[in-house]
């Protein structure tokens, strides 16, 4: 049950502001990049090889725009109130005194030394020691 809480505390907040417009992506040569070029909107090009090329674009269509997105359920402020509470709380762990911090994510942080006792666990709140670095 533990490692279900974790999981959905630790990934579905995002999807509060998500968006399913995530692009299409695809590898063509120069005859089809021209066409996607003269037929498509925001476009990326990253060239692969001489004639071949990775291109990442979206489909713009208002009334597709309009039709799709009205019931579509987000809330960025509710994922950017988790994002800036899990920062507060990371914080805590950046300002601890003689324990430098070299990186932090949402629920993880790299420290010089190892957490006080009182700090890890397995309860939820808690920090898990996942690996040591020498």
Known sequence: MYLIAKLLLNSLYGKFGMTDDLGNHVIVDTNKLDKIIETKDKITTLELDEDLYLVSYHDIDENKL???YTNFVISVGVASAITAYSRIQ??????LPNNKMYYT????????KPLDDSLVGKHLGQMVLEKEYK
């Open 66 to 68: 309009m039709n799709d």
């Open 105 to 112: 994510d949402t629920d993880s942080a790299v420290m010089e």
């Open 90 to 95: 990371m914080s805590h762990f950046k300002n």
